[in-house]
């Protein structure tokens, strides 16, 4: 009986390895969304790493409006669950400077985008930052885990890690939760990934994310967060904002 055994095993090995390796032989396509930004689409799930209706757009409103200016005149500690194409992380540091911030900030991401697809994206152009395109293209160059000083007030870091192992503790100020929707991968959205978020932040700490859905409001409560909801990007009626006591 012991063989039967030992085939289970290797067979849900395997598969385990095959679904943590889903993204890397799906379909990836370059389109523009109504903003005029670029994304990636994930032909087969029919899902973007940005809104369609405007991957710039929602990246202003969801994690600058309603998570980074809340920290005005401040050191701020941010994570990001889904680092990707790097926009995010960029438009930080571009309006951070604004904000008059200093910034330290972490990207993780399991499966990092290629640099021919770095090389389509857009923002550079499309935020008129020309004069900042170094810093972009520094962002996808640099090592993984190894801290970076971008600006010497922008201290920035690539972590190569699937979220279900992130284990900081009361370290950050900040979440940006850019995970792929619920609908293609529901288990991003579980109680046991918010818990890891909860802790990773420290007391009197937000978390901001595109999602509105119900399930992810309850997975939120009941590990602790307090949750509001507020007015969505583009294309999108709500989003939410989660707080720890």
């Given at each position: 009986?012991?063989?039967?055994?030992l085939?289970?095993?290797?067979?849900?090995?395997?598969?385990?390895?095959?679904?943590k390796?889903?993204?890397?032989?799906?379909?990836?396509?370059i389109?523009?969304?109504?903003?005029?930004?670029?994304?990636?689409?994930?032909?087969?799930?029919?899902?973007?790493y940005?809104s369609?209706?405007?991957?710039?757009?929602?990246?202003?409103?969801?994690?600058?409006?309603?998570g980074?200016?809340?920290?005005?005149?401040?050191?701020?500690?941010?994570?990001?669950?889904?680092?990707?194409?790097?926009?995010?992380?960029?438009?930080?540091?571009?309006?951070?400077?604004?904000?008059?911030?200093?910034?330290?900030?972490?990207?993780?991401?399991?499966?990092?985008?290629?640099?021919?697809?770095?090389r389509?994206?857009?923002?550079?152009?499309?935020l008129?930052?020309?004069?900042e395109?170094?810093?972009?293209?520094?962002?996808?160059e640099?090592?993984?885990?190894?801290?970076?000083?971008?600006?010497?007030?922008?201290?920035?870091t690539?972590?190569?890690?699937?979220?279900a192992?992130?284990?900081?503790?009361?370290?950050?100020?900040?979440?940006?939760?850019?995970?792929f929707?619920?609908?293609?991968?529901?288990?991003?959205?579980?109680?046991?990934?918010?818990?890891?978020?909860?802790?990773?932040?420290?007391?009197?700490?937000?978390?901001?994310t595109?999602?509105?859905?119900?399930?992810?409001?309850?997975?939120?409560?009941?590990?602790?967060?307090?949750?509001?909801?507020?007015?969505?990007?583009?294309?999108?009626?709500?989003?939410?904002?989660?707080?720890?006591?």
């Amino acid at each position: 009986m012991a063989k039967p055994k030992l085939v289970l095993v290797k067979f849900g090995l395997l598969l385990n390895i095959l679904i943590k390796r889903t993204d890397l032989i799906l379909n990836r396509k370059i389109i523009h969304t109504r903003d005029g930004s670029t994304t990636i689409h994930i032909e087969e799930w029919d899902e973007c790493y940005h809104s369609r209706f405007g991957a710039i757009q929602e990246a202003q409103h969801v994690f600058i409006k309603n998570g980074l200016s809340l920290f005005e005149n401040n050191v701020v500690s941010i994570l990001e669950i889904g680092f990707g194409t790097g926009l995010n992380a960029f438009i930080t540091f571009l309006e951070s400077k604004k904000l008059y911030q200093t910034i330290d900030y972490t990207g993780v991401e399991a499966y990092p985008v290629s640099a021919e697809e770095v090389r389509l994206m857009n923002y550079v152009s499309e935020l008129n930052a020309e004069h900042e395109s170094f810093f972009f293209e520094k962002m996808h160059e640099c090592n993984w885990e190894e801290p970076i000083i971008l600006r010497e007030d922008f201290l920035f870091t690539k972590r190569k890690q699937f979220f279900a192992d992130i284990d900081d503790f009361e370290k950050f100020d900040l979440i940006y939760f850019d995970a792929f929707g619920f609908d293609v991968q529901p288990e991003l959205w579980s109680t046991a990934i918010f818990q890891k978020m909860y802790d990773a932040l420290k007391p009197k700490s937000v978390l901001v994310t595109y999602a509105a859905r119900g399930v992810v409001k309850r997975n939120m409560v009941e590990v602790g967060f307090t949750v509001e909801k507020l007015e969505g990007p583009p294309g999108k009626r709500e989003m939410f904002r989660a707080r720890k006591g």
